[in-house]
């Protein structure tokens, strides 16, 4: 088991950047990959970037070129570094944790982009 936490959303303008974090703690060496996810107001949670043990990386097709996701070694915390945003990036985002055959998710944190 592995608990999660968000930390670094906000209020920010159209073209600027934000820098979120998940802390991991628990059972991390367990952990195969991670991710981050967001819902917008009236939405489905989608997905955004995740990382693999190894680093290996892919994005959501709406972030690439945006948005980099990256961990430390011992996966105690990940980021995603979003710049140039929009505000249709206006959404919670949520940390995940998978520990095959589980799912585990941050309580999320808000991110508010104004135009």
């Known amino acids: 088991q592995v608990q999660l936490v968000e930390s670094g959303g906000g209020l920010v303008q159209a073209g600027g950047s934000l820098r979120l974090s998940c802390g991991a703690s628990?059972?991390?060496?367990?952990?195969?990959?991670m991710g981050w996810y967001r819902q917008a107001p009236g939405k489905q949670r989608e997905f955004v970037a995740f990382?693999?043990?190894?680093?290996?990386?892919n994005y959501a097709d709406s972030v690439k070129g945006r948005f980099t996701i990256s961990k430390e070694i011992a996966w105690n915390t990940m980021y995603l570094q979003m710049n140039s945003l929009k505000p249709e990036d206006t959404a919670v985002y949520y940390c995940?944790?998978?520990?095959?055959?589980?799912?585990?998710w941050g309580q999320g944190t808000q991110v508010t982009v104004s135009s």
């Open positions: 990382i693999t043990r190894g680093g290996s990386t």
């Open positions: 628990g059972s991390i060496f367990s952990i195969t990959s």
């Open positions: 995940s944790a998978r520990i095959p055959p589980n799912n585990y």
